[in-house]
């Protein structure tokens, strides 16, 4: 998939050449998987989730959305592990703006710097008004 000038990452600021360049590749590999936007995200709202071992190489591979703690830990590990088809399988648009305040709290800065950048929506309200 070609990189979208809309989801842009802006360039990193105040480090070193090769530093820069390994986080400009870092952010660059998030980008990549986002959707074109929130509303593609139709993943399961209810029920048990089975997440494949390429999303889930790590730890638990089976999340009840029922129970809040199992729901944050889905999302977190779609967020990073997940792949541009995985996001709208695996997340749901409602849930994930519903999450979003905390989420954004778990997951790395670089997903939430990503992930903010390229939907609005998702942001602060400080970080909006900016």
Known sequence: M??????????????????????????????????ESLDELHGPTHGVVELPLHVAW???????????????????TVLHEGLHDDLPRYLNQDLLLQLWPVLRTLVGRTVRTVWEDAFPQLATPTKAAA
């Open 2 to 35: 070609p990189p979208s000038s809309q989801h842009a990452a802006p360039p990193p600021r105040d480090l070193p050449g090769a530093d820069a360049d390994d986080l400009a590749l870092y952010r660059e590999k998030f980008r990549r998987r986002l959707p």
């Open 58 to 76: 790590s730890g638990m591979t089976s999340y009840d959305l029922g129970k809040p703690r199992q729901r944050m830990g889905l999302y977190r």
